[in-house]
């Protein structure tokens, strides 16, 4: 029996980047993993990468988070394929950096309905699953940018801002059901999400620096509840 043989965990944007290295971890632990993103493309690919060192524990759908019916799909797939949820990771995100008064509305829906109501979606429809089977873990990954404000952000600040507000809530709305609520605000962090990794970008935080996180989360007694973990880069460059 390996740590995690007996989870089934859903990682939204599962397919690059903080999500892929979760997906990654909680696989190698022996839990069974349903990744998902928009591109059914981007989800043929990684699954490409990953099937074959992990059989039968692995699977993928696309789905867009901030489409009701999508996510409903995506539980649905994921139950009947793994028969129960015991981990959900919020990771999908989108960014648009834009001040506001050239930030197209199209562009504000895209933020506030990926990044926090595809959350909203997502815990909707995976709560009453965990209730059935005795409880389990949700995890939002956030930002920093979630309580520091900064020019062009927003959009992407308000998401974030909202995101830690409804983790707090739910947290305490789902406790007593065995459902433990944890949000994760990363600092810098080297992946694809709104610009492309460079070697100058080495002091920043590894994808799997906040998979990592993800993965001590899960293990912590639960006795206790780390509800919210800021991560940040050591040594960011002086100014």
């Not at 309905?113 to 089977?133: A, Q, R, S």
């Not at 005795?134 to 801002?161: D, E, V």
């Not at 409804?166 to 694809?192: C, H, L």
């Amino acid at each position: 029996m390996t740590p995690f043989s007996d989870q089934v965990a859903i990682v939204t944007g599962g397919t690059k980047g903080i999500g892929r290295a979760t997906a990654e971890q909680l696989l190698e632990l022996g839990a069974k993993v349903v990744i998902c993103a928009r591109s059914e493309a981007g989800v043929s690919r990684a699954l490409m990468g990953i099937e074959a060192l992990y059989p039968g524990k692995i699977a993928g759908i696309s789905c867009d988070v901030s489409q009701y019916e999508q996510v409903v799909r995506l539980v649905k797939f994921t139950v009947d394929r793994f028969g129960k949820i015991t981990t959900l990771i919020n990771n999908a995100g989108v960014g648009h950096f834009v001040n506001v008064s050239e930030m197209t509305p199209q562009q504000w829906r895209e933020v506030i309905d990926t990044n926090l109501t595809g959350v909203f979606y997502c815990c909707h429809e995976v709560i009453p699953h965990m209730k059935k089977t005795g409880g389990g873990y949700i995890i939002n990954i956030s930002s920093l940018a979630g309580k520091n404000p900064f020019k062009g952000g927003t959009a992407y600040n308000a998401s974030k801002f909202g995101l830690n507000g409804f983790s707090e809530a739910m947290m305490q709305d789902v406790r007593y059901d065995n459902i433990r609520v944890s949000y994760i605000m990363p600092g810098s962090v080297d992946t694809e999400f709104g610009h492309n990794p460079s070697p100058g970008s080495s002091w920043k935080l590894s994808a799997g620096d906040v998979a990592q996180v993800v993965v001590d989360l899960l293990k912590h007694d639960p006795r206790s509840l780390p509800s919210c973990v800021e991560i940040r880069p050591s040594k960011p460059p002086k100014k």
